[in-house]
């Protein structure tokens, strides 16, 4: 059975981050754009990151240029999320979500979700500690707005 922690991305940083790290955390894991007009959400996932991140709870934003909103270069995004929304959470190196070169972790997603393809940036999807989707969220769905499903995660062993 597939589980996100089969997979393994890049982080900014260039050195490889295996998603086996978050084994047994609740994970938020988020395609990102700094120019589009939702970015503001990433100061909403980094309040949600930091209240709680003790508990259990990881972020992790995947930069995509996918819909032409994404900066030129990964250092770039990276510095625009760290200095606008001030984000702590890893952020990997841009990927594409949608097509022939999309990324692993995004294909498993959706067909985890089965609601296909991804439509806009800012579509988030909330993972168990065991591994396994909880819920796909829209792009418009603010951060908030995943609080009570977050918690609820969170307390389940």
């Known amino acids: 059975m597939t589980q996100i922690y089969d997979f393994d ?6 050195q ?3 998603l086996k790290n978050y084994e047994g955390k609740v994970v938020i894991i ?15 996932l980094e309040k949600i990151y930091q209240t709680y991140h003790d508990q259990g709870l ?5 930069p995509s240029n996918q819909f032409h909103q994404e900066l030129e270069t990964d250092d770039e995004a990276n510095d625009y999320c760290q200095v606008h929304y001030g984000v702590t959470f890893p952020m990997t190196k841009r990927v ?12 498993y997603l959706k067909d985890e ?3 296909g393809n991804i439509k806009w940036n800012y579509t988030k999807f909330l993972i168990g500690r065991d591994g396994r989707l909880i819920h796909r969220y829209a792009p ?3 951060p908030e707005k995943m609080v009570e499903a977050i918690k609820k995660a969170l307390s389940v062993e």
Not at 9 to 14: A, H, L, R, S
Not at 30 to 44: E, F, I, R, Y
Not at 96 to 107: A, E, I, Y
Request: charged letters at 20%; proline letters at 4%; hydrophobic letters at 30%.
């Open 113 to 115: 979700s089965g609601h």
């Open 58 to 62: 990881e972020v992790l934003g995947l």
């Open 30 to 44: 988020v395609n990102t754009a700094s120019k589009c007009g939702l970015a503001p959400q990433l100061k909403g």
């Open 140 to 142: 418009t769905t603010k």
């Open 9 to 14: 991305e890049t982080e900014m940083n260039g």
């Open 96 to 107: 594409q979500l949608n097509g022939d070169g999309s990324d692993p972790l995004f294909t």
């Open 16 to 18: 490889k981050l295996s």
